[in-house]
């Protein structure tokens, strides 16, 4: 795993939690819930990635 992994869900994650905050205070929490739904997503996309070289990892240790 690369440490620029890390660093861009933690990117991802930290501008989510300013949207999200911004939304909230401006009364919109509808927009919020979508917001974060939307960073969840976009993360999961960029770790399908690294996912699928951690079960080809165990694949080969196992022989599979």
Known sequence: MDVSLILRVAGVG???AVAVQILQKSG????GTFVVIAGIIVVLLMLVQEIGTLFDTVRG????
């Open 14 to 16: 930290l501008l989510v």
């Open 28 to 31: 919109r929490d509808e927009q």
């Open 61 to 64: 240790i196992f022989g599979f």
